[in-house]
């Protein structure tokens, strides 16, 4: 298998809800919910970097296409990190979260490994963590 990764798919419970959250919230820019006209094929797609999308999808469609039992969420089976540039920006996002309606479950501070980072929660408990690093160097 290539180390390549394209869509990170988020199963939600209310998929208008989650679209305002990411696009008008956080300003994912999106062509807004498509497929509805299938059954089990109402999806959104946010463009993120290059090569990468975000998608959201109710969750019992993807227990449906993935022949899984759909189960209780829980917000601690993965997260997703935004790596910004500055402890500023992790400020700035932070705070942009906190407006658009996430729950902000550990604020902005200095890590115990040199960075600077938040958690906060999204309309369904997924878990985002915002953070920079001073070993890495953001390419915009």
């Not at 990468?52 to 449906?64: E, G, P, Q, Y």
């Not at 993935?66 to 209780?72: D, E, H, L």
């Not at 790596?83 to 902005?108: F, Y």
């Amino acid at each position: 298998m290539k180390p390549r990764i394209t869509v990170i798919t988020l199963g939600v419970d209310d998929l208008e809800r989650s679209v305002a959250f990411y696009r008008d919230g956080l300003g994912l820019p999106t062509q807004g919910i498509v497929g509805k006209e299938f059954e089990h094929g109402a999806v959104a797609f946010f463009d993120l970097q290059a090569g990468l999308k975000l998608a959201i999808w109710n969750r019992k469609d993807i227990a449906h296409e993935a022949k899984v039992r759909q189960t209780s969420p829980s917000s601690t089976e993965c997260t997703i990190g935004h790596n910004v540039g500055s402890k500023e920006e992790v400020d700035l996002v932070m705070d942009q979260a906190k407006k658009a309606g996430a729950v902000i479950t550990d604020p902005p501070h200095d890590a115990f490994w040199g960075g600077y980072s938040g958690h906060f929660q999204d309309p369904d408990g997924h878990l985002w963590e915002v953070v920079w690093n001073p070993q890495w160097e953001m390419n915009e």
